[in-house]
């Protein structure tokens, strides 16, 4: 089905391919980080209501993330013709991009952390080691079971976990996307229905008694399933070109984002999940890259570039956080720690060390490891 790609020229020539994907990414990564971040203002503080109001959804972000993430997947794999040497490049590659700075994001939480705890326990240990290896904390509360020691890696458990589905399903070679169809039946489909619970809301789903069977089978995995399935759309010719006639119009892509701004604000059919945010974000996604194709849309630079940073802003800006409340606590100042001005503080201090950890550390780590494994 995907064996006769666009033409080189056409895929990845222009920039704006790219370009939306790391605009939606930018815009991703502030959603998350603004409903995380509003609370630091009182519910009477100036802007509370107003940041309320356009981030009490912004959760939904990290459904946006695993939608970009299933597309990204596929169009990374597009000309690679699978086997045993593409998929240990591919999972080494993914692995590469995402657990080094993981691992020092965590373990820098936990330092920023110590002083209030006073110590650091066998259990916080323990935690720590199961969390930088993708395990769940607990075999409760879907779709996080126990989040992760710093709280977003609940979302890189699945992530991993989508990698090496793709990276299973690439040993099958021109039959990668079948395998990878009857993997997904299989944990979404077939277990969850054998036991009585098929759902499509990843917060009921049933404890299986095993961390790993838990994960695979809860339904937020569709959201990668979505972005896959549009990527499988964007790189075969015949719907691609379907889908470009339907989104190149302004009007279409104007009604999808008025639709899904309005579900956003409202809170209609709010939550994580296929049937909720995921749904939304899918949609909007889609309308916004059939839309781009063939369009040299500039965007701004700063914009773009906020995506490309977007994996550290999101490990870090919990940390940060947390940072700058223990040095106003340290120098008897808490009350500077709350409100507006701390609000704005957190969010620029956030953006500032999420560039220097992307220039420093993200990107060197990332060329190192790959020279040094020549992949």
Same mark, same amino acid.
């Given at each position: 089905?995907?064996?006769?790609?666009?033409?080189?020229?056409?895929?990845?020539?222009?920039?704006?391919?790219?370009?939306?994907?790391?605009?939606?990414?930018?815009?991703?990564?502030?959603?998350?980080?603004?409903?995380?971040?509003?609370?630091?203002?009182?519910?009477?503080?100036?802007?509370?209501?107003?940041?309320?109001?356009?981030?009490?959804?912004? *959760? $939904?972000?990290?459904? !946006?993330?695993? =939608? %970009?993430?299933?597309?990204?997947?596929?169009?990374? +794999?597009?000309?690679?013709?699978?086997?045993?040497?593409?998929?240990?490049?591919?999972?080494?590659?993914?692995?590469?991009?995402?657990?080094?700075?993981?691992?020092?994001?965590?373990?820098?939480?936990?330092?920023?952390?110590?002083?209030?705890?006073?110590?650091?326990?066998?259990?916080?240990?323990?935690?720590?080691?199961?969390?930088?290896?993708?395990?769940?904390?607990?075999?409760?509360?879907?779709?996080?079971?126990?989040?992760?020691?710093?709280?977003?890696?609940?979302?890189?458990?699945?992530?991993?976990?989508?990698?090496?589905?793709?990276?299973?399903?690439?040993?099958?070679?021109?039959?990668?996307?079948?395998?990878? *169809? $009857?993997?997904?039946? !299989?944990?979404? =489909? %077939?277990?969850?229905?054998?036991?009585?619970?098929? +759902?499509?809301?990843?917060?009921?789903?049933?404890?299986?008694?095993?961390?790993?069977?838990?994960?695979?089978?809860?339904?937020?995995?569709?959201?990668?399933?979505?972005?896959?399935?549009?990527?499988?759309?964007?790189?075969?010719?015949?719907?691609?070109?379907?889908?470009?006639?339907?989104?190149?119009?302004?009007?279409?892509?104007?009604?999808?984002?008025?639709?899904?701004?309005?579900?956003?604000?409202?809170?209609?059919?709010?939550?994580?999940?296929?049937?909720?945010?995921?749904?939304?974000?899918?949609?909007?996604?889609?309308?916004?890259?059939?839309?781009?194709?063939?369009?040299?849309?500039?965007?701004?630079?700063?914009?773009?570039?906020?995506?490309?940073?977007?994996?550290?802003?999101?490990?870090?800006?919990?940390?940060?956080?947390?940072?700058?409340?223990?040095?106003?606590?340290?120098?008897?100042?808490?009350?500077?720690?709350?409100?507006?001005?701390?609000?704005?503080?957190?969010?620029?201090?956030?953006?500032?060390?999420?560039?220097?950890?992307?220039?420093?550390?993200?990107?060197?780590?990332?060329?190192?490891?790959?020279?040094?494994?020549?992949?």
């Amino acid at each position: 089905m995907t064996s006769n790609y666009f033409p080189e020229k056409e895929l990845i020539k222009t920039s704006e391919k790219i370009d939306i994907i790391q605009v939606l990414r930018g815009i991703a990564v502030i959603m998350v980080i603004i409903f995380h971040f509003k609370d630091i203002i009182k519910p009477d503080g100036y802007l509370k209501k107003e940041l309320d109001f356009l981030f009490n959804s912004g *959760a $939904a972000g990290v459904d !946006l993330f695993f =939608v %970009i993430s299933g597309f990204i997947m596929v169009f990374v +794999t597009r000309k690679s013709k699978g086997g045993i040497v593409s998929a240990k490049n591919f999972l080494l590659k993914r692995i590469l991009r995402i657990w080094p700075l993981y691992v020092i994001a965590t373990l820098a939480y936990a330092v920023i952390v110590a002083p209030v705890l006073a110590n650091i326990s066998l259990d916080i240990v323990w935690q720590i080691t199961r969390s930088i290896f993708f395990i769940p904390l607990s075999y409760l509360e879907p779709p996080f079971f126990g989040y992760a020691y710093l709280g977003v890696g609940w979302s890189l458990n699945y992530e991993m976990y989508f990698y090496v589905l793709i990276a299973i399903s690439l040993l099958s070679g021109k039959y990668r996307w079948f395998v990878f *169809a $009857a993997l997904i039946l !299989l944990t979404l =489909v %077939i277990i969850p229905i054998s036991y009585g619970n098929f +759902t499509f809301r990843p917060l009921e789903t049933q404890n299986y008694g095993s961390l790993f069977i838990n994960l695979i089978t809860n339904p937020i995995i569709w959201e990668f399933v979505y972005g896959a399935i549009i990527g499988l759309f964007y790189i075969t010719p015949p719907l691609s070109r379907i889908f470009h006639t339907i989104f190149q119009s302004g009007t279409v892509l104007a009604t999808v984002i008025v639709v899904v701004v309005w579900q956003y604000l409202s809170g209609f059919y709010g939550g994580h999940g296929p049937l909720y945010w995921g749904f939304y974000m899918g949609i909007l996604f889609m309308a916004l890259v059939f839309y781009n194709r063939g369009k040299s849309i500039k965007y701004p630079h700063h914009l773009i570039y906020l995506g490309d940073i977007s994996f550290s802003v999101y490990l870090l800006h919990v940390p940060v956080a947390v940072f700058i409340t223990y040095i106003f606590e340290l120098v008897s100042l808490p009350a500077f720690s709350t409100g507006t001005s701390a609000f704005f503080l957190t969010l620029s201090l956030t953006l500032i060390v999420s560039h220097i950890s992307y220039q420093l550390v993200e990107k060197k780590l990332h060329s190192f490891f790959t020279a040094k494994l020549k992949i």
